[in-house]
C-alpha cells in the first residue's frame, strides 16, 4: 500500500493558546501515518468568529472575505503538494512538506497542472 496515500491535511484554530491581542492562530495540520505536526498559517482571528464545523471565518469577522480565499489557496497548495508527490510516487516527509508549502506560490502552476 502506497504511504502517501495516507497522508492527510486539515485547516484548524488553535484554541488552546490565545494571543496577547485576544486572537487565536489558524493552523495546517499534516498527519501522516497516524503521526501529526503543525504549522502556522500565520493567519489570525478571535476564536468567536470561528466555525470549526467548515473550518471558516464566520460572516462577523473582521476580513472574513479575504482570509477565507486565503484559507481555501493555502487547502488547494497543500492538496497539490501531497498529490504531486503520489504522481511522481515519491515519500513526503513533513519536513519536505513544509518546505514545499512555505516556498511555493499558490498561483504557481502544480505538475498536475500540465
Do not use: C
Given at each position: ?10 485547516i484548524?484554530?488553535?484554541t ?34 470561528w ?12 476580513d ?51
Amino acid at each position: 500500500m502506497n504511504l502517501l496515500l495516507m497522508t492527510t491535511f486539515k485547516i484548524f484554530l488553535r484554541t488552546d493558546h490565545q494571543n496577547s491581542n485576544g486572537t487565536n492562530t489558524v493552523y495546517i495540520r499534516l498527519v501522516k501515518n497516524r503521526k501529526k505536526k503543525d504549522f502556522s498559517l500565520k493567519l489570525y482571528v478571535q476564536s468567536k468568529h470561528w466555525n470549526p464545523a467548515i473550518n471558516r471565518i464566520r460572516k462577523t469577522g473582521k476580513d472574513f472575505v479575504r482570509l477565507n480565499r486565503l484559507i481555501t489557496k493555502y487547502e488547494n497548495k497543500a492538496q497539490n503538494i501531497i498529490d504531486d508527490q503520489i504522481i511522481k510516487d515519491e515519500e513526503l516527509s513533513f519536513n519536505q512538506f513544509f518546505k514545499l508549502f512555505k516556498n511555493s506560490d499558490p498561483d504557481e502552476q502544480s505538475f498536475l497542472d500540465f
